[in-house]
């Protein structure tokens, strides 16, 4: 569909950005809608960001904004309202602009990241589930699954006051819930999550000892910028059921292009029309 | 081409967006260059504006700004460096960073007019040119003739300061031009350019009296909206040489292309890309 001056954006905010893959999947999907959107990719460094958001949203043709890295932290701090999901995880990855023109943050990280893993068989109930990286992302993942009924988190990163930061907030909201910190043991886990960017950058460390992940563990992955990274790849030599990073992504932008008014279409329909190869 | 994280932006800018045709023009012309870069309309309001700018220069893959209506003048004053014919005519209709950060401003209207003219048989040497609205689009054109040698411009606008204002840019550089004020009839003019907006909405009054045009008098329009305004129209019946608002569009459009760096076309390939009709 031809760009024109009656084409309504959304701005895909993140830095570097040549990893994005958001724009492949809304763009063709929604043409096929006949919607006048596009997502277009901005690169936003981190000191120009906060002086950005707000003068973006006084476009006229803006439908909203996707967040990603390294941005869904600050912005939690830059909108005026944030959903349940978006205050527990303490970061947004999509704004939009309200009638009164106020913004409100949103976060689907973690929705889809559990999305997608009860779509594959995981069983919330008595699960103990770990999470490395209690950033953005991490802290949604560990949000949406207290949401869906896993009674126990353990929670690491390798800054320690990230994990009792999400911690305090977890329990403000699920006060019953088993938190342990600082362990990036898999073992005793049916459900491990890499929440780091560890992945991204050719010879990264593993998130954690991955000889430790025991044969029919879930194993989830945020990284995007290569399908099969080498923490997935060893959890498949160890017979683990895995969910790739671009599998998230899929199964949350149902919500997103719930959020912003948008057409929904299920990820099997995403998939469908999608300019990249998964 | 498909939008991907790869692809670098410019900006077109100005409000409101309906009427832009430069995404319909570049985007097919740089596509079939196989470069990955889009023309994407963002709506700014005037009391936006000035705090849009500098912000929207922080994105790391933007290639530049187009400005349109009603930003052109004020984008003057935005800029830390403005080209000549910028600095005449008031107005920028382009701004690039340079390496070290700073903007620079530059204003293609006018040469797009006079290389339309020019190219349609106008004969500089002894013209008298009428210029009816002295805003930033009038501005361009005033001194892109004024460049090609045109020596006797006569000014006119409602708003008699800016014919005055406009004058005395003119004549700093050029002192020996031939300037009249504040007459808008076309009798004794060669060449005759609404450079109002009128001509955008339906009702809108003419600028100036058509039935004293004479046959073979080249008349421009600056209104794009509409391929032929009730302005051309009556120059057409009066047997006048016309030139549409389209044309000066086309015509601009390789200097912008060499402005941002990019691979240039001339107007008769933009118009075989090109996704409008004329």
Redesign the interface.
């Known amino acids: 569909m031809?760009?024109?001056?009656?084409?309504r954006?959304i701005a895909h905010l993140g830095?570097?950005?040549?990893?994005?893959?958001a724009?492949?999947i809304y763009?063709p999907w929604l043409a096929a809608q006949n919607v006048d959107v596009?997502?277009?990719?901005?690169?936003?460094?981190p000191e120009?960001f906060a002086?950005?958001v707000p003068?973006?949203f006084?476009?006229?043709?803006l439908v909203g904004a996707l967040v990603t890295m390294p941005h869904k932290v600050v912005t939690a701090g830059l909108v005026q309202q944030l959903t349940p999901t978006a205050a527990i995880a303490g970061a947004c990855n999509a704004i939009r602009r309200e009638e009164d023109g106020s913004l409100t943050g949103d976060m689907f990280d973690g929705d889809g990241f559990v999305q997608g893993i009860l779509h594959k068989g995981f069983i919330p109930d008595n699960a103990r589930a770990l999470v490395v990286g209690c950033g953005g992302v991490g802290s949604a993942i560990a949000a949406s699954l207290a949401a869906v009924g896993v009674p126990a988190l353990t929670l690491f990163d390798t800054r320690e006051s990230s994990a009792q930061a999400l911690a305090m907030r977890l329990l403000r909201h699920y006060p019953t819930l088993d938190v342990t910190l600082m362990k990036n043991d898999p073992q005793g886990h049916s459900l491990v999550v890499n929440a780091t960017p560890l992945g991204m950058s050719p010879g990264d460390p593993l998130p954690l000892d991955t000889d430790r992940l025991r044969p029919g563990t879930f194993v989830g992955e945020v990284v995007m910028s290569q399908t099969w990274t080498p923490f997935l790849q060893a959890a498949m030599e160890r017979d683990c059921q895995v969910q790739r990073g671009t599998d998230m992504l899929f199964e949350m932008i149902p919500a997103y292009l719930r959020f912003f008014g948008l057409p929904v279409a299920t990820p099997e329909q995403l998939r469908q029309h999608a300019?990249i190869k998964e």
Do not use: C, D, Q
């Open positions: 031809t760009i024109s001056g009656n084409t954006l830095w570097p950005t040549e990893n994005f893959k724009p492949m763009n596009k997502v277009v990719p901005m690169g936003v460094r120009a002086a950005f003068t973006l006084t476009l006229t043709n300019e």
